[in-house]
């Protein structure tokens, strides 16, 4: 066998290999309704201790809404309005407060033009180590910083199963 046919099959070995691994299904992890459900409860228990009427949405790792819940009272545009904040943390994988700091200024400022994103607090990436498996949304609480309180109240109910 001449050195050019081995390198040739070796080659084609290769290829084959390489096409075999890559149709090899994803495997991603996702915030489950469970998940989102118990995150939500949190959230609206710590919300709701201090008096606030609030909205809450999840987020999952694709930015699709997984589970929803305003309080009595709360205003109907807090829906849409936490959905965002929950996106923008979600695809900037830090809060949206972070997200704010960070565009406060110079060519931060044009990450703020991207469709559905908001530079306001209340939106908490939810994680798993360094990996970000969804977010959560909440507004109409008395203020950006209890906005933001209560999202991290929901994800801390689901600490454990986080690690």
Do not use: W
């Not at 149709?23 to 309704?33: D, F, G, I, K, L």
């Not at 999952?60 to 996106?87: C, I, N």
Request: net charge positive; with cysteine.
């Amino acid at each position: 066998m001449t050195v050019f046919k081995i390198m040739s099959l070796v080659a084609g070995a290769t290829l084959l290999a390489s096409a075999a691994s890559a149709q090899a299904p994803v495997t991603e992890r996702n915030v489950s309704m469970a998940m989102a459900q118990a995150i939500i409860a949190g959230a609206m228990e710590h919300c709701t201790k201090g008096g606030n009427t609030v909205a809450i949405v999840i987020v999952d790792r694709t930015g699709q809404v997984m589970a929803s819940l305003r309080s009595d009272g709360a205003a109907p545009h807090l829906m849409e309005f936490t959905r965002m904040k929950a996106y923008t943390s979600l695809i900037r994988r830090i809060t949206s407060r972070e997200f704010m700091q960070a565009t406060a200024s110079g060519d931060g400022l044009l990450l703020r033009q991207i469709p559905g994103v908001v530079a306001i607090p209340g939106g908490v990436p939810i994680k798993i180590g360094n990996e970000t498996i969804g977010a959560i949304g909440v507004g109409g609480a008395r203020g950006a910083d209890a906005d933001e309180a209560c999202a991290s109240a929901g994800i801390e109910k689901v600490a454990a199963q986080l690690k």
